[in-house]
């Protein structure tokens, strides 16, 4: 089997492991927080503190794969978040939970920015946008077998399985990766940027609590107002001293390449209104429409089955179409379906719904697809741990943002409605997510016509000379 599938294949081991997991969490988390006697929104706590702990520890990923090896770090980082599955499952309260879930945080901080490392630098560029195929295809099996599985562990046994179930998939990951990963390294070493990895982590952390809180009533009003103000302050002391440093935890001069830096202010308003879904989804299903966990997860799988069948066929599209037109025409899209669940109602039939979800799975791969092999079109191959890096804190930062602005947009709208979370609830929230998908078609328009044209394939016409004129001028 050549390396452009055996090697995503292998990785793809890890990301069904984080995609199975936080799938199987979104369908089990009213049950979860019945046993806990606490509030679904405010158990989001739990969701977000995973994604809080990638974003704190994904910056030292790229720089331990360099100076330790990317097989050591891999099979690492599969045996930590392992270990904290099995704590999950352990897991009594809220804050046992979110310790859990942080522990767990740990080891997907290092799985896929390092798993990524290894097929950025393994693949030619020509073969980049199939071999992401390959990687994201066994991967969303997760999201497939999630819900269906989480909902009928957690409807008809006990919802702490849901964890468990990562234990064999662990094992297998560290044995594939241990016959057949090659263990890059960089070629220069470098000093660890530990005090710009404090000021990052700190001010991450600070700045994704505070919004997390916002509105939820958990900390004093004051207190989320000086951890936002504090973390600002901390990521803007980092971004003045990276521009002094050699070699940065997060090398933000990347920002300049210009496929990498409209990629990611793309994906970012992206990632914030789809990050929401998988929260606002299974509630409405479960606390709205009355359904079991089971029931609602054979609903929200039929995205996943969408999302793969796209997979077969983004190379072509790409290919014929290009990266700027797929983005632009394909977030509008994709966000129409991100907000379409505003318009269900306990009696809309089950197969419009699922079917509904299918369609707007399908986009919504096709625009991750994409947007993840534009990004690293035109990074340099010794500077590709750097690029991982800061996508991978990029993305994790706007899908906790997602969380949040779902949870505020829900928890405001309860409260305007006299405090009883129904049905009508959810309506506010899922357009907002909707409208913020949408936002993200403007950083794409600004990309050039031929705009990763080696790694798509796409050869666009000649533009006229007036257009020409234009677009240089």
């Known amino acids: 089997m050549p390396d452009r599938i055996l090697l995503p294949l292998i990785v793809a081991c890890a990301l069904f492991m984080e995609n199975l997991d936080s799938t199987v969490l979104a369908t089990a988390l009213p049950a979860i927080a019945k046993d806990f ?16 702990a990638l974003a704190v520890f994904i910056p030292a990923s790229g720089w331990l794969a360099d100076r330790y090896g990317a097989r050591t770090i891999f099979r690492l980082a599969i045996t930590v978040f392992t270990l904290g599955s099995i704590a999950c499952g352990l897991s009594n309260s809220i804050p046992e939970m979110v310790v859990a879930r942080v522990v767990q945080g740990l080891g997907g901080s290092m799985m896929m920015p390092v798993g990524r490392l290894v097929i950025l630098r393994s693949v030619p560029k020509h073969e980049l946008v ?16 999630g819900p269906p599985v989480g909902g009928f562990i ?10 468990w179930i990562n234990v064999p998939v662990g094992i297998l990951g560290v044995t594939l990766a241990t016959l057949f990963l090659p263990d890059i390294r960089g070629d220069a070493r470098s000093r660890f940027d530990a005090i710009g990895f ?7 952390a600070l ?10 009533q958990l900390i004093p009003l004051a207190g989320v107002l000086a951890m936002l103000l504090v973390g600002v302050a901390l990521l803007a002391a980092y971004v003045l001293r990276s521009r002094r440093m050699a070699n940065p935890i997060i090398d933000l001069s990347l920002l300049r390449i210009p496929t990498l830096g409209t990629s990611l202010l793309g994906t970012l308003f992206f990632r914030i209104g789809v990050g929401a879904t998988p929260f606002l989804l299974p509630l409405l299903l479960q606390v709205g429409f009355g359904m079991t966990p089971f029931e609602s997860g054979m609903i929200t799988f039929a995205s996943a089955i969408g999302a793969m069948a796209m997979k077969f066929v983004t190379p072509a599209i790409l290919r014929r179409q290009g990266f700027r037109r797929v983005l632009i025409v394909n977030a509008l899209i994709a966000a129409a379906f991100v907000a379409m ?5 306990p009696s809309t039939p089950v197969a419009v719904m699922a079917s509904l979800l299918l369609i707007g799975g399908f986009f919504r791969s096709l625009q991750f697809t994409s947007v993840n ?13 750097r690029a991982t890096t800061i996508t991978s804190v990029a993305q994790q930062l706007s899908l906790s943002i997602g969380v949040s602005v779902g949870a505020i947009a829900l928890q405001f709208t309860v409260e305007a409605t006299g405090g009883a979370l129904v049905p009508a609830s959810f309506i506010p929230a899922f357009l907002v997510i909707g409208v913020v998908t949408a936002l993200s078609a403007v950083p794409f ?10 790694v798509s394939g796409h050869r666009p016409l000649a533009p006229d000379p007036v257009t020409a004129m234009r677009d240089r001028g």
């Open 37 to 52: 006697g606490a509030s679904p929104i405010h158990l989001k706590l739990a969701l977000t503190s995973y994604l809080l």
């Open 130 to 145: 199939g071999s992401l195929a390959w990687l994201t295809i066994p991967a969303l099996v997760g999201p497939v077998v």
């Open 154 to 163: 957690t409807t008809y046994f006990d919802w702490r399985w849901i964890f």
């Open 198 to 204: 404090l000021l990052s982590a700190l001010g991450l």
């Open 207 to 216: 700045f994704i609590t505070g919004s997390t809180s916002l509105g939820l």
């Open 341 to 345: 669940p505003a318009l269900f109602t």
């Open 373 to 385: 092999a534009l990004a690293f079109a035109d990074v340099p191959p010794e500077k590709m741990s």
């Open 445 to 454: 328009a600004r990309l050039a016509h031929d705009a990763g044209r080696e």
